[in-house]
């Protein structure tokens, strides 16, 4: 499952509580994530898709460390541009990787976008152009092995999410 707020997320998992049953249960946080949510959230899920910022990534790793746990990661990246979305531009997500890579207690699993809405043509060619940016990434970062996932797509751009390898 995925949660896009953390109020929400933790509003969820204390329902979980009541049923013991559901305990292999996952959650992932999908939505914006503000430095001051971040120990609502690490520990609690199995991938963060949504660290936009070197700032934000940071603040994720110095908290994992002081709870002791690794934390998952995508990077977001605004592969189309448009200025309502966040994240880093391809090329600062390629100035900033190494730096990220070598964060304590942070996995950087791949990356994240989101498409324009309205366009599948559109949609098809942002997610080819983050697939194509994880690819490039792959051959010049340090430490690529992580480097797998792909999250992008909605319900309305979904199949071209995965034509990309989403």
């Given amino acids: 499952f995925a949660e896009n707020r ?12 009541e049923h013991p049953e559901m305990s292999g249960v996952r959650f992932d946080m999908i939505g914006n994530l503000q430095t ?16 936009s910022s070197v700032h934000l ?18 990077l977001e990246v605004n592969v189309s541009g448009e200025e309502s979305k966040s994240g880093f531009s391809p090329d600062e997500v390629r100035a900033a990787l190494d730096d990220i890579l070598a964060l304590p207690a942070l996995r950087v699993r791949g990356l994240m976008t989101m498409a324009p809405q309205g366009d599948p043509v559109v949609a098809e060619r942002t997610f080819e152009g983050l697939r194509l940016l994880l690819e490039g990434l792959r051959a010049e970062a340090a430490e690529p092995a ?9 319900s309305e751009d979904f199949w071209e999410a995965v034509g990309q390898g989403a």
């Fill in 57 to 74: 990534a940071e603040e994720v790793s110095k908290r994992s460390v002081a709870h002791g746990i690794v934390s998952d990661v995508l």
């Fill in 36 to 51: 001051n949510k971040i120990n609502h959230v690490i520990g609690r899920v199995g991938l963060i898709h949504s660290i």
């Fill in 146 to 154: 992580s480097l797998t996932e792909l999250s992008m797509g909605m």
């Fill in 6 to 17: 953390p109020q929400e997320l933790t509003r969820k998992l204390e329902g979980l509580r």
